[in-house]
């Protein structure tokens, strides 16, 4: 069996079907060891070595996502708040935040899905405040139809990128792949850092405030 914990490894053998399983199962809220964005680097690492496309891998990861999302919307839908409470105390989501993500979502539905996907650490959550709150199936389908294939991109071609760069360095001498997924990790904790510092800098929404 081929270890999980080298993504490479791992969608050598398995492929785009492999890519896929690792999503839809992240998307339907199966915890997974290795975030999702990790795999799908990985497959623009292969293919910066000629051993995949970016065609077949973001047909992949729109399936996957759109149909695991699916899921744990219509999960979410039964089990309402509970559910709702429960997965914000796991990604450390306050109150205040959903509070402020709920307004959001019965204002501008498809543009605060799309958004909110494309925050690390937001997506799983962002999937259970819409089926918590009954948002229009349509509506949050199209938003994660959206964010996916923005998400596949970003991803896929960051890992071309760093794979190129790694291949190029790697023809002066032997170089481990955890140095690429390293690259990766620490650009993606970048991102997350920026976008918490800037959150933070904005403060608390302004219904807060005026309740303050």
Known sequence: MTPVHDPAAF???????????VIFAEEA???????????IAAMGFLAS???ASFFPAAAAVTLATVLGAALLYLLSRHAGRRLLSFVGRWFGYTA???????????????ATV???RLIPGLRI??????GALRLDHATF???????????????????????SGYQRLAGRGELPHWLF?????????????WLRVRARRRGPPPSSRARA
């Open 11 to 21: 969608l050598s053998r398995w492929h785009y079907l492999g890519l896929f399983a």
């Open 141 to 163: 389908a199209l938003g994660t139809l959206v964010a996916a294939l923005v998400w596949a991109s970003v991803y896929f071609w960051l890992g071309y990128a760093l794979g």
């Open 181 to 193: 997924f390293a690259a990766v990790g620490v650009l993606a904790a970048v991102v997350v850092v």
């Open 29 to 39: 809220g199966v915890p997974l060891p290795i975030p999702g964005d990790l795999f």
């Open 125 to 130: 959550v962002m999937t259970v405040v819409a």
């Open 114 to 116: 799309v958004l909110g």
């Open 96 to 110: 205040e935040r959903q509070l402020n993500l709920e307004k959001r979502l019965r204002r501008n539905g498809v």
């Open 49 to 51: 070595t000629g051993r």
